[in-house]
């Protein structure tokens, strides 16, 4: 049974999500570990979700309640696991608990990895959104980089998308809209 746990640094499977995130996400696409745990702790709007099976960690699933929708910031399955319909159920599993719009950032389709990626969300029901969107980078000095963003659940994105992307900028990246 897929189970998605809320957990802090000091949880026995903290470890888990650490070497999970670094193994899954680029050092551009990730916060370094201290930042990482200093948000875990210390914002409530920040959910650190373990991925579990039958009480065996096989992914991690981080977001943000930023009260009108979710950002799902990170998403990944142990390696182990992939493509045994786990990240579907687990996802199935968030969109049925949450009940609200959701948005997540994906890379661009420019290769088959970023392409499969792409459909998986789509399968999932989200729907690939055709504003320009560039991520903030995690650390100083880093650039800006661009991205599609996916949404689920909004009846009509257009009127509140530069209200979600500025509040995706200044709750998750600490950044302000200068463009």
């Known amino acids: 049974m897929i189970e998605i746990i809320r957990i802090n640094s000091s949880h026995k ?3 888990f999500i650490e070497e999970l995130m670094k193994t899954a996400f680029p050092h551009k696409e990730r916060r370094d570990s201290l930042h990482q745990q200093k948000l875990v702790e210390q914002n409530s709007r920040f959910y ?9 960690p096989i992914g991690i699933l981080t977001y ?20 045994k319909g786990y990240g579907s159920k687990a996802l199935s599993n ?13 890379e661009k389709p420019t290769n088959e990895l970023s392409s499969r990626r792409i459909n998986f969300y789509k399968r999932q029901g989200f729907i690939v959104q055709d504003f320009p969107y560039l991520q903030p ?18 009846t009509d994105i257009e009127i509140d998308y530069t209200n979600i992307r500025n509040s995706i900028y200044r709750e998750v990246y600490k950044k302000e809209a200068t463009f």
């Open 137 to 154: 980078p995690y650390r100083e000095g880093d650039e800006w980089f661009p991205l599609l963003l996916m949404s689920y659940g909004f």
């Open 13 to 15: 499977h903290y470890q």
């Open 48 to 56: 650190n979700n373990i991925i579990l099976d039958n009480s065996t």
């Open 64 to 83: 943000w309640d930023l009260e009108t929708f979710i950002f799902i910031e990170h998403f990944a399955i142990d390696y182990h696991y992939r493509n």
């Open 94 to 106: 968030l969109l049925n608990h949450l009940q609200r719009p959701i948005i997540l950032e994906a």
